[in-house]
């Protein structure tokens, strides 16, 4: 079979597991910020259970990526990780707070021992079809499911009428369990279809250095910086819930709008990704995309935290726009500026600074959510300022 028909075939073989993997999920996240409000959660212990769920969700993915780097046991790690994502059907028994923010956080770890493996064999396959083209895809997949998962709770909601209760969240958490066995069969399907993804990779070139690269820290960093001012969705849903802005059923069909704009900027921003290296001829030349990350992520709680719809409508557009440039190009450059023996080690690496991020900013901005919702601007613009000044430096290092 055709190397390029294989890479493409494996793609989409993960778009498909992404996509039932999400409606488990994303479907999940939507609403967990008004169930843990049901179960009397505060907007700080919020906080912390979103951050902290997100700083295991990818600080253990320095530990995963480096022993998947060590054993090349990519697929054993991957298979893992997916099996951890029936915590979330696992929700329909929570009956307290604490018992579901624990399940919440198991499905992050699993998160952390899944990504760096699938982002290795996602990135061996990329090779022969364009980075940015071959994430982008992936991630356009993704996002299918993350707009129907969101809509699935919308729909049980809807039907459900009166008011929410319980009851009705832990219905729309059962359901999930269909979802979650289609995970697991489309991915043995994948792993049978292509047992060895590294020999894709290895009939291209890649004549990168093993050692990581100061593009590569600069990145990190910048990431770091950036995703520090970047509200999370749980906090912009409690906040649409608390403030009276959106029903519970209004709620979840919002994160579906910014999921299906999520999926449309990914394929667009992967395709400009690939073409900026094209026309450069430098594989560091589509990072200067990046940029539009702070700029962007400055606007989202001045229009999420309006009580104008319009506002709120927008903010949630440009919310899915960021999201659709970072898990594109993100994991993108990551293929780009590491050699195939550091594939998992560099995702390990800058993911855990991904998730300290956003653990710290999730934290940060609950805080001052709980004091002052007006506060957050400011901080959130003196935040990406940084980050702007750190990519210039990225910019003029990745030119080099």
Not at 267 to 276: E, M, R, S, T, V
Request: net charge positive; proline share 3%.
């Amino acid at each position: 079979m055709d190397l390029k028909k294989r890479a493409m075939g494996l793609i989409v073989s993960f778009g498909l597991v992404s996509l039932f993997g999400d409606i488990v999920y994303e479907g999940a996240r939507s609403v967990n910020g008004p169930y843990l409000k049901l179960l009397a959660v505060n907007a700080a212990a919020l906080g912390v259970i979103s951050g902290l769920g997100g700083f295991l969700g990818y600080a253990l993915r320095l530990l995963s990526g480096y022993i998947s780097d060590k054993t090349r046991h990519y697929w054993f790690f991957t298979f893992l990780g997916y099996a951890l994502l029936a915590s979330v059907p696992l929700l329909s028994l929570a009956g307290v707070w604490q018992t579901a923010a624990l399940l919440m956080i198991f499905e992050r770890i699993g998160k952390a021992v899944r990504s760096p493996a699938r982002d290795t064999i996602l990135s061996q396959a990329s090779f022969k079809v364009g980075t940015g083209f071959g994430f982008g895809l992936h991630e356009a997949m993704d996002q299918v499911g993350a707009l129907a998962g969101p809509l699935i709770f919308a729909a049980f909601f809807t039907i459900s009428g009166g008011v929410i209760g319980i009851s009705d969240y832990h219905k729309g958490y059962t359901f999930l369990w269909i979802p979650f066995l289609a995970v697991m069969l489309c991915l043995f399907f994948a792993y049978r279809r292509v047992p060895h993804p590294e020999l894709l990779e290895t009939a291209a070139k890649n004549d990168i250095s093993d050692r990581l690269s100061p593009v590569f820290w600069l990145y990190t960093v910048f990431t770091f910086i950036s995703t520090l001012g970047f509200c999370s969705f749980i906090l912009i849903a409690f906040h649409f819930k608390s403030a009276g802005i959106l029903s519970d059923a209004q709620i979840p069909f919002f994160y579906a709008i910014a999921m299906g704009v999520d999926a449309i900027a990914a394929l667009a921003i992967g395709k400009l990704y690939d073409i900026f290296k094209i026309n450069n001829g430098n594989r560091n030349a589509g990072l200067i995309l990046l940029a539009a990350v702070p700029l962007l992520a400055i606007l989202v709680p001045i229009f999420v935290f309006s009580r104008n719809m319009n506002f709120v409508v927008t903010g949630v557009v440009i919310w899915g726009i960021v999201m659709g440039i970072q898990e594109t190009i993100m994991r993108s450059a990551i293929a780009d500026i590491t050699s195939l023996k550091k594939r998992g080690t560099g995702y390990g690496i800058f993911n855990t600074t991904y998730g300290l991020a956003v653990f710290l900013g999730s934290s940060f901005i609950g805080f001052i959510y709980d004091r002052s919702v007006s506060a957050i601007i400011p901080a959130v613009i003196v935040i990406e300022l940084a980050a702007i000044a750190v990519f210039l430096i990225m910019k003029r290092q990745a030119g080099r």
